[in-house]
């Protein structure tokens, strides 16, 4: 496999990369001292050895009174400065940046006075070393080097006070083994692409444009193939659902790999950073307002889910299913999912030597959430049609947008629920914070105790601090105390769009029998959600109407993510349904078993052998977490070898 080879490559080139610039406290101390003028060093209480996205500042104040120094940092929005060191007359300290993937904002202030004596903005390096002197106006030490000085860029100056900030090392680009890393996976895929498909797949291309016939699509909405072409599952017992064994296969039919394939690139990237994903801040999620990579593959894999609920529910019509079968099904299945997001999360921090402490348990989850999804689009599903390739709709004036007449009524049940999400989010009235609060609490204005505005309220008043996230991801960005759950209950509501989404782009592929059709329908999804969400944020991280934020699951969160699953489904399909020019692997393989990876990575995090302690070091980490993700590619490559699906 593509993927485990890489690794086997990456071993020697990312552990000799990133790698603290001081391994012990001695080494540090020494390089400083031949730096400074004597008995200016601030005694470290530092352990000499920094950490992922971490900087140390010594502070040196050379002047006679006390003075406060406050930082804030640039990915804080509209947050008040806040105090990390406080020197006396003449004194030293250091202090920790803690996120250097950001710039930093220094206002020092005498103390009792609000007022700055000086500002800095100044962009540090991870793993650097840096020096900040606060001196009488050209008192700089003489022993100093002042050409060779690289200052911050002084905002305020004083015509009394100079802040002067300068670099003691140059630690290394901490991007390089991500580069590495990259390069060994594109020269890896180049060489499949290049020598061994042409070898091994010399098939003539699909033409763009079919014959007209419809392909089965019999993908189940978290990844199990059917029961036709299953040799060996696992049920817990249970009896197949809608996602099994509803469909005959065909010989003259296909199964859509590029769905397949979309879910194992979700399910793969969100393995990938919940190990971790090397440490790199874009591998995490948002602070607040924003779109990382693992802000993408929770949205995605609602998506996909969405888009094989159309194809199943279409099995089950062509199979005269009773709509109180089906409703037992959904039910069912909604149940099971719940059921397991539940048992997930005991794995987590409720849990101690004596047991889960049902009194901390948390309720929302990523199971949580596709259970309340599925269950909603599928009971509004249930009193009209499936998709279906209508002959005689063909001849009618709105046959080019027939897969949306076909649920119009299913249309305005979604667009109130987001009337119902936006009114909520915008006009509910949240005791001591404004109305419509979108902020993260803490620093940011608006109030400290407003985390998250309507949705937070809602989720601690019905559900209670306890049974949610204690913090949220930029909790220590905002200095946030309150608890507040990205997977709580305002947040289903435009889940639920998503998934309606998804299944509009499995309509596409039920209703419209020609490449050519499904793909510039996907596009032009793609382009009109990609438009509203850009209309809605304007363009902006934090000014816009409604920004896109993952914590919320803001409404241009889901239209921004919606979109990018259109084009990606798009692309996907060209590549491998249309043209061959891919197979999906290694994610195909994947996207066939993907509860059993998700429930599986989940209740292995942090266990040998996927994962082990090491140098915390981007190249260290990087490695640990490539390892790991790629153990559950080659399992689920495995299990599909055997013909062993997971199913729920």
């Given at each position: 496999m593509i993927v485990f080879q890489a690794t086997?490559?990456?071993?020697?080139?990312?552990?000799?990369?990133g790698v603290p610039v001081f391994d012990s406290p001695t080494d540090s101390t020494n390089h400083i001292e031949s730096s400074l003028t004597p008995n200016r060093l601030a005694k470290p209480s530092w352990d000499g050895t920094l950490i992922i996205n971490q900087a140390l500042l010594y502070i040196n104040s050379t002047i006679d009174l006390p003075v406060g120094v406050y930082i804030t940092y640039d990915s804080c929005y509209q947050c008040e400065p806040f105090r990390v060191a406080r020197l006396d007359v003449q004194s030293d300290d250091q202090i920790l940046i803690d996120m250097v993937y950001s710039a930093v904002e220094f206002t020092v202030r005498i103390s009792g006075n609000t007022s700055g004596i000086c500002r800095l903005h100044y962009d540090f390096d991870e793993f650097g070393i840096y020096q900040l002197m606060i001196v009488q106006n050209g008192s700089l030490p003489v022993a100093m080097d002042v050409a060779s000085l690289v200052t911050g860029t002084e905002i305020m100056p004083s015509s009394q006070y100079v802040c002067?900030?300068?670099?003691?090392?140059?630690?290394?680009?901490?991007v390089i083994p991500l580069i590495v890393a990259v390069s060994v996976l594109l020269g890896a895929s180049l060489i499949y692409v290049f020598v061994l498909f042409?070898?091994?797949?010399?098939?003539?291309?699909?033409?763009?444009?079919?014959?007209g016939e419809n392909e089965t699509l019999i993908n189940s909405e978290l990844g199990e193939p059917p029961s036709s072409s299953v040799g060996t599952s696992v049920t817990g017992g249970i009896t197949p659902d809608i996602s099994v064994g509803v469909l005959e296969v065909r010989s003259s039919r296909k199964r859509i790999r590029s769905l397949d394939t979309f879910r194992g690139v979700a399910i793969t990237l969100m393995i990938f950073v919940n190990y971790g994903g090397g440490g790199?801040?874009?591998?995490k999620h948002s602070p607040w307002n924003g779109l990382t990579v693992a802000d993408l593959v929770f949205p995605w894999f609602i998506?996909?889910?969405?888009?094989?609920?159309?194809?199943?529910?279409?099995?089950?019509e062509r199979n005269a299913t009773s709509r109180l079968t089906i409703l037992f099904k959904v039910l069912r299945r909604s149940v099971i999912l719940f059921a397991l997001g539940i048992f997930v999360n005991t794995a987590g921090s409720s849990r101690d030597h004596w047991g889960t402490d049902l009194s901390k348990l948390r309720i929302p989850g990523v199971l949580q959430r596709f259970a309340v999804s599925y269950l909603v689009?599928?009971?509004?599903?249930?009193?009209?049609?499936?998709?279906?390739?209508d002959v005689a709709a063909v001849a009618k004036w709105w046959s080019p947008v027939r897969d949306l007449v076909y649920y119009w009524p299913q249309w305005v049940v979604v667009i109130t629920l987001l009337g119902v999400h936006t009114g909520l989010t915008l006009g509910l009235e949240?005791?001591?914070?404004?109305?419509?609060?979108?902020?993260?609490?803490?620093?940011?204005?608006?109030?400290?105790?407003?985390?998250?505005?309507?949705?937070?309220?809602?989720?601690?008043v019905v559900l209670s601090p306890a049974h949610i996230y204690p913090r949220f991801t930029g909790a220590a960005?905002?200095?946030?105390?309150?608890?507040?759950?990205?997977?709580?209950?305002?947040?289903?509501?435009?889940?639920?769009?998503l998934t309606f989404l998804g299944f509009q782009a499995g309509c596409i592929l039920s209703v419209y029998g020609c490449g050519k059709q499904r793909v510039y329908r996907w596009f032009l999804w793609s382009l009109i959600l990609a438009s509203l969400s850009l209309l809605l944020c304007k363009a902006s991280l934090n000014d816009g109407w409604i920004p896109i934020n993952k914590n919320l699951w803001s409404l241009s969160y889901i239209l921004s993510t919606g979109a990018m699953a259109f084009f990606l489904v798009a692309i996907l399909y060209i590549l491998i349904d249309l043209f061959s020019f891919w197979s999906g692997s290694p994610f195909y393989f994947a996207g066939m078993n993907s509860i059993l990876l998700y429930v599986g990575h989940e209740l292995t995090h942090g266990a040998f052998p996927f994962s082990w302690c090491t140098p915390v070091t981007h190249g260290y980490r990087l490695f640990v977490n490539i390892f790991g993700t790629t153990l559950w590619l080659i399992i689920a490559y495995y299990c599909h070898y055997i013909k062993f699906f997971v199913k729920v």
């Amino acid at each position: 496999m593509i993927v485990f080879q890489a690794t086997s490559i990456l071993i020697s080139s990312l552990l000799s990369v990133g790698v603290p610039v001081f391994d012990s406290p001695t080494d540090s101390t020494n390089h400083i001292e031949s730096s400074l003028t004597p008995n200016r060093l601030a005694k470290p209480s530092w352990d000499g050895t920094l950490i992922i996205n971490q900087a140390l500042l010594y502070i040196n104040s050379t002047i006679d009174l006390p003075v406060g120094v406050y930082i804030t940092y640039d990915s804080c929005y509209q947050c008040e400065p806040f105090r990390v060191a406080r020197l006396d007359v003449q004194s030293d300290d250091q202090i920790l940046i803690d996120m250097v993937y950001s710039a930093v904002e220094f206002t020092v202030r005498i103390s009792g006075n609000t007022s700055g004596i000086c500002r800095l903005h100044y962009d540090f390096d991870e793993f650097g070393i840096y020096q900040l002197m606060i001196v009488q106006n050209g008192s700089l030490p003489v022993a100093m080097d002042v050409a060779s000085l690289v200052t911050g860029t002084e905002i305020m100056p004083s015509s009394q006070y100079v802040c002067n900030l300068w670099p003691l090392n140059h630690p290394s680009n901490p991007v390089i083994p991500l580069i590495v890393a990259v390069s060994v996976l594109l020269g890896a895929s180049l060489i499949y692409v290049f020598v061994l498909f042409p070898m091994h797949h010399r098939r003539r291309l699909r033409k763009l444009c079919c014959d007209g016939e419809n392909e089965t699509l019999i993908n189940s909405e978290l990844g199990e193939p059917p029961s036709s072409s299953v040799g060996t599952s696992v049920t817990g017992g249970i009896t197949p659902d809608i996602s099994v064994g509803v469909l005959e296969v065909r010989s003259s039919r296909k199964r859509i790999r590029s769905l397949d394939t979309f879910r194992g690139v979700a399910i793969t990237l969100m393995i990938f950073v919940n190990y971790g994903g090397g440490g790199y801040y874009f591998f995490k999620h948002s602070p607040w307002n924003g779109l990382t990579v693992a802000d993408l593959v929770f949205p995605w894999f609602i998506f996909a889910m969405g888009t094989s609920m159309a194809l199943t529910f279409r099995s089950l019509e062509r199979n005269a299913t009773s709509r109180l079968t089906i409703l037992f099904k959904v039910l069912r299945r909604s149940v099971i999912l719940f059921a397991l997001g539940i048992f997930v999360n005991t794995a987590g921090s409720s849990r101690d030597h004596w047991g889960t402490d049902l009194s901390k348990l948390r309720i929302p989850g990523v199971l949580q959430r596709f259970a309340v999804s599925y269950l909603v689009v599928g009971l509004i599903l249930l009193p009209r049609r499936r998709c279906v390739n209508d002959v005689a709709a063909v001849a009618k004036w709105w046959s080019p947008v027939r897969d949306l007449v076909y649920y119009w009524p299913q249309w305005v049940v979604v667009i109130t629920l987001l009337g119902v999400h936006t009114g909520l989010t915008l006009g509910l009235e949240v005791p001591g914070c404004p109305t419509g609060y979108l902020g993260p609490g803490g620093l940011s204005p608006g109030g400290p105790n407003c985390t998250g505005g309507a949705a937070g309220y809602i989720d601690r008043v019905v559900l209670s601090p306890a049974h949610i996230y204690p913090r949220f991801t930029g909790a220590a960005l905002y200095h946030s105390a309150m608890a507040y759950d990205p997977e709580g209950i305002l947040g289903c509501l435009t889940s639920i769009v998503l998934t309606f989404l998804g299944f509009q782009a499995g309509c596409i592929l039920s209703v419209y029998g020609c490449g050519k059709q499904r793909v510039y329908r996907w596009f032009l999804w793609s382009l009109i959600l990609a438009s509203l969400s850009l209309l809605l944020c304007k363009a902006s991280l934090n000014d816009g109407w409604i920004p896109i934020n993952k914590n919320l699951w803001s409404l241009s969160y889901i239209l921004s993510t919606g979109a990018m699953a259109f084009f990606l489904v798009a692309i996907l399909y060209i590549l491998i349904d249309l043209f061959s020019f891919w197979s999906g692997s290694p994610f195909y393989f994947a996207g066939m078993n993907s509860i059993l990876l998700y429930v599986g990575h989940e209740l292995t995090h942090g266990a040998f052998p996927f994962s082990w302690c090491t140098p915390v070091t981007h190249g260290y980490r990087l490695f640990v977490n490539i390892f790991g993700t790629t153990l559950w590619l080659i399992i689920a490559y495995y299990c599909h070898y055997i013909k062993f699906f997971v199913k729920v």
